[in-house]
């Protein structure tokens, strides 16, 4: 306990019940040289303000649950060390997403944008149990296994301009999901991912910013894997110009 | 015009890109041949002297890297132009600004292709 200081964190209080807009209060707790950012938190929540809302789970940056706002930028902050900061710490809700209560935010819609891209594998005929398992080789699973790694943490939606511009936007996350599994060998279900990729405010409304990929605490590069959707987009397109699919 | 938008934008999208690749590579490029190699000497003036020059220019495949030079840059000026209204809250009025600036891409994609054609 010798190596103890202490830091002032401003946090983000709202309580729907009482406040008409969110407040900020500020907390001057001991820490330790070994805290992550998390451990700052859980300690105002355990020792000094139970009624202090936020999320998380493993502490291991495997869970994907304690995304928020540190010093304005999106982290998981189970993997940030308080000793990268100062002596003050501003700490808020995951932005461009509504608040719940104090770090807590509401994730439904970003859920459904989840599962609007029919994230598993689809294919025309289930194989029968004595055909046996479905084979992929290392190299079919090099080329999607990086956009597979996501936590759904939701940072790069709260860092992304476009998210926060059109909130509508399917967003990098969720696009990165459907092209993980477009490019999955075992998937046939390209034609009907490629329909809602070609929809309003999906791969095209991205206007590369590459905010999703830098924040990203898993370096899935969702950047990369909307841009590799443009492009299978216009393959798509230039396809269809020769042979006329069916449908929009 | 919405769907027409949208409907186009692989298309744009390709465009946008191939400006990028041209904008960024061969505009540079140019740009170090006559605004540095050639006034300190590095590349010989006659070498952009008017017959090799037209020469050049005026062969197939000169006209097509010129219109390559001249259109697609505009494509992505206008779709980069496009983003940035629509980052500046502009969602609403993008059915007004994206059919004018992808119209002026397009007037000037083929006054590009006239003067080519008649080089």
């Known amino acids: ?248 | 015009m919405k769907d027409l938008l949208l409907r186009l934008e692989p298309v744009i999208w390709v465009l946008f890109g191939a400006g990028i690749l041209v904008g960024t590579m061969l505009i540079t490029g140019w740009i170090l041949i006559v605004g540095l190699a050639v006034p300190t000497g590095l590349v010989s003036a006659d070498a952009l002297a008017f017959g090799r020059a037209y020469g050049l220019a005026s062969h197939f495949v000169g006209r097509l890297v010129l219109l390559g030079l001249i259109a697609l840059p505009m494509w992505k000026g206008a779709h980069h132009m496009r983003h940035l209204s629509i980052d500046h809250g502009g969602a609403e009025r993008d059915a007004v600004v994206a059919p004018i600036l992808y119209g002026i891409a397009t007037i000037g994609s083929i006054a590009a292709i006239v003067a080519v054609a008649r080089l």
């Open chain 1, 1 to 248: 306990m010798s190596d103890a200081k202490t830091m002032k964190l401003v946090i983000t209080r709202f309580d729907p019940d009482v406040d008409a807009v969110p407040r900020t209060q500020e907390y001057e707790i001991p820490v330790q040289p070994d805290w992550k950012v998390l451990d700052a938190v859980n300690f105002i929540k355990d020792e000094v303000d139970g009624t202090l809302s936020h999320r998380w789970s493993c502490r291991m940056a495997v869970c994907g649950s304690c995304g928020m706002m540190v010093n304005g930028e999106p982290k998981l902050t189970c993997k940030v060390a308080l000793s990268d900061y100062g002596d003050e710490l501003l700490i808020e809700p995951l932005a461009n997403f509504p608040v719940v209560r104090d770090l807590v935010v509401e994730m439904e819609g970003f859920m459904d944008k989840f599962k609007s891209v029919k994230p598993w594998i689809i294919t025309a005929k289930e194989m029968a149990a004595e055909e046996g398992t479905n084979r992929q080789s290392p190299a079919e699973l090099e080329v999607f296994k990086q956009f597979s790694m996501c936590i759904n943490c939701m940072l790069c939606y709260s860092a992304c301009p476009v998210v926060a511009n059109e909130p509508e936007f399917l967003g990098p996350a969720a696009i990165a999901l459907g092209h993980r599994y477009n490019m999955d060998s075992r998937d046939e279900g390209q034609a009907e991912r490629n329909e809602i990729f070609r929809g309003e405010g999906t791969v095209f409304s991205c206007s590369y910013a590459n905010e999703c990929s830098e924040v990203c605490p898993k370096n899935v590069d969702p950047a990369a894997a909307v841009n590799q959707a443009k492009l299978n987009a216009v393959i798509d397109w230039a396809t269809g110009l020769v042979i006329p699919r069916k449908g929009p």
